[in-house]
C-alpha cells in the first residue's frame, strides 16, 4: 500500500519557466510534508517542509502548496534552472507512526526534474 | 550533506555473505537513522538509533538485519547470509538531537549489490 504517490515519474521542463511536482498522499493522519532533492549517486537533500497547519511555505524559488481537503501537495520552482534538474521526493510523516514524533518518513518513488536550457 | 559518511561507497557481496554498512554522523550529531531505498521505489525507514539505544527497529527485517550505534566509532548497518533482494542504497541520516528533519542530513549512501 504506496502511502505516498508521485505519479509523474518525469517533468521536463524549459529554463526560466516553471516547474510544478505534485505529490499525493492516503494517509490523513500524516501532519508534515517534506521536499527532498537527490542528484544520481548522492543523497537526499532536504529542500522544503510544511505542516499540516499551514497551506503554503516559500522560500526562495521554491514554494510548497498543501491541499489537506484533496491529500494532494505540490512543490513549484521558479524560475526553473538546469542545475535544478534531479530527482525530487515527497516525503511526510504521521506522529502516531512513531512515537509522537516525525523520524520516520514515508517516501514517494520521486519524480526526475530535466530542465532544458 | 558531506559531513555525514557513510562507506564504503559501493559493497559487492556474493550470497550467503555479510555485509556491514557504516555511518558516521556529523560532528555534534546524537541521532542516526537508516533508510533503504530499492530499485524503482522511494526510501523506506529502516531503523532510529541515538548513541548505545535502538530507539525503532520496525522497518528493519526481523531475521539477518540488525544495527547498532555505540558510544564510540560509526553507527553500523549489519546483514547476514546477504540475498538478492537486499540489493539497494542504503542511506544514512544524522540530527543533532531529536528528529528535525530541517537540520538532518543524509549522507552519500552505500550501494549494496548481491551477486
Known amino acids: 500500500d504506496q502511502q505516498v504517490k508521485q505519479n509523474s515519474p518525469s517533468l521536463s521542463v524549459q529554463e526560466g519557466r516553471i516547474s510544478i511536482l505534485n505529490c499525493d498522499y492516503t494517509n490523513s493522519m500524516f501532519d508534515y510534508f517534506l521536499w527532498y532533492k537527490k542528484y544520481p549517486a548522492e543523497g537526499p537533500t532536504f529542500l522544503i517542509s510544511?505542516?499540516?497547519?499551514?497551506d503554503k511555505n516559500e522560500d526562495g524559488r521554491f514554494t510548497v502548496f498543501l491541499n489537506k481537503s484533496a491529500k494532494h501537495l505540490s512543490l513549484h520552482i521558479v524560475p526553473s534552472q538546469p542545475g535544478d534538474s534531479a530527482v525530487y521526493f515527497c516525503a511526510a510523516s504521521d506522529p502516531l507512526n512513531s512515537g509522537g514524533s516525525n523520524y520516520k518518513l514515508t517516501f514517494g518513488k520521486g519524480t526526475l526534474l530535466t530542465v532544458n536550457p | 550533506n558531506a559531513g555525514v559518511m557513510q562507506n564504503p561507497r559501493h559493497l559487492v557481496r556474493r550470497r550467503g555473505q555479510e555485509a556491514r554498512l557504516r555511518c558516521s554522523p556529523m560532528?555534534?550529531?546524537?541521532?542516526v537513522y537508516w533508510y533503504r531505498q530499492l530499485p524503482e521505489e522511494g526510501l523506506k525507514f529502516m531503523v532510529y538509533?541515538?548513541?548505545?539505544?535502538?530507539?525503532?527497529e520496525s522497518g528493519m527485517p526481523k531475521e539477518r538485519f540488525s544495527a547498532e550505534f555505540p558510544k564510540e566509532g560509526p553507527s553500523i548497518l549489519r546483514i547476514q547470509q546477504v540475498v538478492r533482494g537486499d540489493s539497494a542504497a542504503y542511506f544514512c541520516a544524522s540530527s543533532p538531537s531529536a528528529p528535525l528533519w530541517t537540520e538532518a542530513f543524509f549522507g552519500q549512501g552505500t550501494r549494496l549489490t548481491v551477486v
Open positions: 510544511i505542516s499540516s497547519i499551514k
Open positions: 538509533l541515538q548513541k548505545e539505544n535502538i530507539i525503532d
Open positions: 560532528k555534534g550529531h546524537s541521532h
